[in-house]
Nanobody
Framework: QVQLVESGGGLVQAGGSLRLSCVASGRTFSSYTMGWFRQAPGKEREFVAALGWSTYYTDSVKGRFFMSRDNAKNTVYLQMNSLKPEDTAVYYC?????????????????WGQGTQVTVSS
């Protein structure tokens, strides 16, 4: 069992940057593949990025978003640059057993509560 708490969301102008953080409970953080998903108003939750044995990004954020982890701090980060209004969403952190990066919601049994990111034009 792992608990996830996201932070770092907020309001930013288009072209700006934000860094999201997700802190995980437990002593075996390094044994988890971590993912970031987002859900915009009226839309389904979608994959953004994942970091396990490999790193994978959805096409719309490649070159703008960068995912990293600090196992000593039980924390995973999502650095978001060149933000666009279409990036506006609630961003969720998710975890699963270590392995290749997975992109489907059902692959992740553990979820945080989410943090709101709003990008103004």
């Amino acid at each position: 069992q792992v608990q996830l708490v996201e932070s770092g969301g907020g309001l930013v102008q288009a072209g700006g940057s934000l860094r999201l953080s997700c802190v995980a409970s437990g002593r075996t953080f390094s044994s988890y593949t971590m993912g970031w998903f987002r859900q915009a108003p009226g839309k389904e939750r979608e994959f953004v990025a994942a970091l396990g044995w490999s790193t994978y990004y959805t096409d719309s954020v490649k070159g703008r978003f960068f995912m990293s982890r600090d196992n000593a701090k039980n924390t995973v980060y999502l650095q978001m640059n060149s933000l666009k209004p279409e990036d506006t969403a609630v961003y969720y952190c998710a975890a699963r057993g270590i392995g290749v990066a997975k992109t489907k919601l059902e692959d992740y049994p553990y979820w945080g509560q989410g943090t709101q990111v709003t990008v103004s034009s």
